[in-house]
């Protein structure tokens, strides 16, 4: 029984883990606001010039920017903002997100 209860417990932990979530980084000089919608919910974010937020989504959103452009995510990716627009990153060499 307890070791049920303690798999359940890591499962949940590594669920919510950052490595597991979409990485975020701005890129441009400039803030870049954003509405990001997630679980039938929606909510602004604002990113400064080289900011980076972790665990942006976990389990697939839309990321609509400013100009109206709309990105759809699985939650999993690494993720660059540059001259407005956002591309996907590689996982650094030896990095444990890598798969």
């Given at each position: 029984m307890s070791r049920s209860i303690a798999l359940m417990v890591f499962i949940g932990m590594a669920a919510?883990?950052?490595?597991?979530?979409?990485?975020?980084?701005?890129?441009?000089?400039?803030?870049?606001?954003?509405t990001i919608s997630e679980n039938n919910g929606a909510r602004d974010?604002?990113?400064?010039?080289?900011?980076?937020?972790?665990g942006v989504c976990s389990a697939g959103c839309t990321i609509k920017m400013q100009d109206?452009?709309?990105?759809?995510?699985?939650?999993?990716?690494?993720?660059?903002?540059?001259e407005g627009l956002m591309f996907l990153d590689e996982p650094a060499q030896g990095s444990a997100e890598q798969k």
């Open positions: 919510a883990s950052p490595a597991e979530a979409l990485k975020l980084t701005n890129r441009d000089a400039t803030e870049q606001k954003m974010q604002i990113l400064k010039p080289a900011e980076t937020v972790d109206g452009e709309e990105y759809e995510f699985d939650g999993n990716e690494i993720v660059s903002i540059e």
